[in-house]
């Protein structure tokens, strides 16, 4: 389960500081960033730009999916990578030869990785 915080708040001065602490823990889940979840999702949305340049059971393999996944000769479907046009990007967080995507904490990553879209 993956807490997220949300965008109906109780105003801080109604809560104690031991309430607001607690409520502060899922509105920073996200950090230290990228958190483990993150990099899979990650990995998820960069398949379909992996799709395109391999094929299917060698980009599936290479993102780490289960043994029946990783040598399906079908394509999965993949979540949308929301701002690819605006940005010009088609990865979050690597590149394609693995190195890290640059500014991998801009807009395009925080919508993709830690608004709960994906």
Known sequence: MLKLGGAL???????SDADYAYLQMYENWATPYPRPFQERLAA???????????????AN?????TVAAAGDADPLITPPLYGQLAALR?????ERDGTDAPNKSNWLHELNLTRGTG
């Open 44 to 58: 998820l949305i960069n398949l379909a730009d992996d799709y395109n340049v391999k094929a299917a059971p060698a």
């Open 9 to 15: 708040k109780v105003p801080r001065k109604a809560l």
């Open 90 to 94: 088609k990865r979050v967080l690597k």
């Open 61 to 65: 393999s290479d993102a780490g999916l």
